[in-house]
């Protein structure tokens, strides 16, 4: 079993560290003037020169050949499901990050989308959270889905946000996806636990391009899709494994949710001090 999971990692890495090779390439061969956006002069922006944003459409290549040549195995129906899923964000972030600027707005609903498309197909939503005023409405189901679909959207929104500095959005997803890896297999979830290390594969061959050098950005696309998948996967192992406490997963994504939190508090400082 293990040697059939590292060929899946390794196949995965591969893909994922070729393609993004591969995009490096191509973008330093076409003029800059031909970009239909430039990241230089954002306000949040970390690097002098253009950088190409199109490291998740890699990682997206890279796990949809893994789970193409894994569709025979049994247990990767769930793994089919989850990048599936997954289209929606990656379309409407892949044409923000080509230029195309899909508002935040829309950004935003395709992760909804996103999210309801999973629970639509595995039936999987937050059952818990350890806090029992909260664990009693969630006992209600369309407020339960309501509830996963908020985290589900605020998750994928916060590492969109620590993308953009070599090497942060990155290594917060590979551990995040190497905790979840650990919970799953401790919890005897082995279908889990081999989608969370192959997706953490797949982000290994993003990081050799991404730090320290900056040479490529996940981008909208990437930031989501990440999101997307490490969030529905922790509510799956809940869902499987009941006995696996929610403050674990609140700790796993404690850094995006906190940053994204002081983000959103520090803009709301600025403006009540802009206007008074």
């Known amino acids: 079993m293990f040697n059939v999971l590292f060929d ?6 591969g893909v994922s560290a ?13 003029k800059t003037q031909s970009l239909k956006r430039n990241d230089t002069y ?11 944003r199109l490291g998740g459409l890699a990682l997206v290549v890279a796990l949809i050949v893994a789970a193409a040549l894994s569709y025979s195995e049994d247990n990767w129906t769930t793994f089919v499901l989850l990048l599936v899923s997954a289209m929606q964000v990656f379309v409407i972030g892949l044409a923000e990050d080509l230029g195309y600027l899909a508002s935040p707005r829309r950004r935003l609903l395709a992760a909804t989308v996103s999210g309801a498309m999973f629970i639509a197909l595995t039936g999987q939503w937050v059952l818990h959270t350890g806090m029992p005023g909260l664990d009693s409405a969630l006992h209600w189901s369309p ?15 916060a590492f969109n946000l620590v993308d953009g500095l070599n090497g942060l959005a990155g ?3 590979l551990a995040a996806a190497l905790a979840l890896a650990t919970i799953a297999h401790q919890s005897g979830l082995t279908e889990h636990r081999d989608i969370l290390l192959t ?28 999101g997307h ?15 696996v406490s929610p403050f674990a ?25 802009r206007t008074t």
Do not use: C
């Open 42 to 52: 954002a306000v949040q922006a970390s690097h002098l020169n253009p950088t190409v």
């Open 143 to 157: 407020f339960a889905v309501i509830f996963s679909l908020f985290l589900a959207v605020g998750i994928s929104h």
């Open 171 to 173: 290594f917060t997803a």
């Open 229 to 243: 998948l490490l969030f529905w996967m922790s509510v799956s192992i809940l869902w499987n494994a009941p006995d």
């Open 8 to 13: 899946w990692m390794t196949l995965s890495f």
């Open 249 to 273: 997963m609140l700790l796993i994504f404690f850094w995006p949710i906190a940053d994204t939190l002081l983000n959103h508090a520090a803009l709301v400082s600025w403006k009540t001090h």
């Open 18 to 30: 070729l393609t993004n090779f591969l995009i490096i390439v191509w973008f330093a061969r076409i």
């Open 199 to 226: 997706i953490a594969a797949a982000v290994i061959g993003f990081l050799i391009f991404n730090f320290p050098f900056g040479k490529i950005f996940l981008g909208d696309s990437g930031a989501y899709v990440i």
